[in-house]
């Protein structure tokens, strides 16, 4: 029987949420050279991927946080999803913008939240986390508690694993980049030949380079 990372993998590669070009490397807006590009957003074109995207969350939400009171998104990417998850469970829903505002009430986080409400926050996508905790501290210094982050997909970066811990944040996904690479090997997207490449990638991303 398949782990849900699996199953979670294998729609992500389906729909080409994930891409793998070890040979062709794609270039971040961070200007990393990288063997892979993932974007979630694209799951919300499917219906039954997304909804099975959202019911899983929404699983994990209940499993882990029961006593939750507030769905938070980080914003763009997971405003959608974290919409569905908080639908789905009857809860309140905000989202949390990278900066405030820069006219009207310059408001950071969007939505009602009261002080020392329980939050849950949904993320799309985490890659070295910075983005994904700078919404975790702009909800703790609004006086929220923050019970933990849910997240599609992550690249399993040491550096990212180190961030969650210094700030005390749980972290869950759904899948992870070891998934991935394991779905698309059988079903022959990539190579064995392609693994150390893709593996090397990982452990320095940044100074990375396609030899």
């Known amino acids: 029987m398949k782990q849900l990372e699996d199953l979670v993998a294998e729609r992500l590669l389906k729909v080409k949420a994930v891409k ?10 961070s200007g990393w050279n990288s063997p892979i590009y993932c974007d979630n957003r694209k799951t919300l074109s499917y ?3 997304r909804s099975f995207i959202k019911t899983e969350l929404a699983r ?3 499993e882990k946080y029961p006593d939750v009171e507030v769905i938070a998104g980080v914003a763009t990417g997971a405003i959608a999803q974290g919409a569905l998850v908080a639908d789905t469970l009857g809860l309140p829903f905000v989202y949390v913008r990278p900066k405030p505002k ?5 408001n950071m986080i969007e939505g009602d939240l009261r002080p020392k409400q329980k939050v849950v926050v949904i993320e799309d996508l985490v890659s070295t986390g910075g983005s994904s905790l700078k919404a ?3 909800l703790r210094k609004d006086g929220s508690n923050v019970l933990g982050m849910l997240a599609i997909f992550t690249y399993g970066f ?5 961030s969650f811990e210094r700030a005390k944040v749980e972290l869950t996904t759904l899948c992870n980049y070891d998934a991935v690479l394991r779905h698309a ?7 064995e030949s392609d693994i150390e ?3 090397e990638w990982r452990k320095d991303p940044a100074n990375w380079r396609k030899q």
């Open 158 to 162: 040491p550096t990212a694993a180190e």
């Open 197 to 199: 490449t893709l593996q």
């Open 185 to 191: 090997l059988d079903t022959e997207y990539i190579s």
């Open 60 to 62: 994990l939400v209940m």
């Open 47 to 49: 219906p039954q991927i």
């Open 136 to 138: 975790v501290e702009a």
């Open 20 to 29: 793998l070009q070890p040979n062709n490397p794609f270039v971040w807006a």
């Open 102 to 106: 820069d006219h009207g009430l310059e």
